[in-house]
């Protein structure tokens, strides 16, 4: 129940391309649910995240679709580049537990120009 | 404003041997709270402190421990280290760790165990 699963593992897109990422959960108790972006040598760090009251959210080129009687979430990446070739981790919390993310098993994606 | 900052860098200790790892957050933000990351388990939660309390905790042994100082920076302690304890440990920190708050990661320590 703690899970969250995430596909797909790998991805590869061209440049301009909208490379879609999903994740779907089993805990009704989350209630915070962001994505993280890692690039090798470094710590993850904060791209965008959501509330389950919310059904999408857009910050730059990405846009996070919430589906809460699914549950499930996916992240889209539009007009993407090169640099973004990265792995995205999505995550999440419940209430009062905030720090204490749960993470997918993570998905690398490859931008070709 | 400074990041978080994890020293030192790369580890290397056999098995058997303890380490300690030392994590400072950005200035004022007093929660820490500590992951480890391995290519087959993924990023799982260790623990988390705040004010020098303990406030959540992972499923991890007890082998696996933390402290919090007065100044926020924070300590994780691996005992009879395992080869199975090999990983990128990585600290994140944020201002209060209330609901929603933006976590910030440091690079991680990379800790291998021969």
């Known amino acids: 129940q703690q899970q969250v699963k995430q596909s797909p593992q790998s991805l590869i897109v061209q440049k301009g391309g909208i490379p879609i990422i999903n994740c779907a959960y089993e805990n009704t108790a989350f209630d915070y649910f962001p994505w993280y972006q890692q690039f090798p040598g470094k710590g993850p760090a904060l791209l965008i995240a959501i509330r389950p009251d919310v059904s999408e959210k857009k910050e730059g080129r990405f846009t996070i679709s919430f589906n809460k009687s699914a549950k499930q979430f996916s992240l889209h990446i539009m007009d993407s580049q090169p640099g973004d070739s990265a792995t995205y981790f999505c995550?999440?919390?419940?209430?009062?537990?905030?720090?204490?993310?749960?993470f997918g098993q993570g998905t690398r994606l490859t931008i070709n120009p | 404003k400074a990041g978080v900052t994890q020293t030192p860098r790369y580890l290397i200790k056999t098995r058997g041997q303890q380490v300690t790892l030392s994590c400072s957050p950005i200035?004022?933000?007093?929660?820490v709270s500590w992951y480890q990351q391995t290519p087959g388990q993924g990023l799982q939660f260790l623990f988390e402190y705040f004010s020098e309390t303990q406030r959540n905790k992972g499923n991890f042994p007890g082998r696996f421990s933390g402290r919090q100082f007065s100044n926020s920076r924070s300590e994780m302690n691996v005992s009879t280290l395992e080869l199975g304890d090999s990983a990128l440990y990585l600290c994140?920190?944020?201002?209060?760790?209330?609901?929603?708050?933006?976590?910030?990661f440091g690079s991680g320590t990379q800790l291998s165990v021969l």
């Open positions: 995550a999440a919390s419940m209430k009062g537990g905030a720090q204490k993310l749960v």
């Open positions: 994140a920190s944020s201002l209060l760790g209330s609901g929603g708050e933006k976590l910030f």
């Open positions: 200035s004022g933000h007093r929660s």
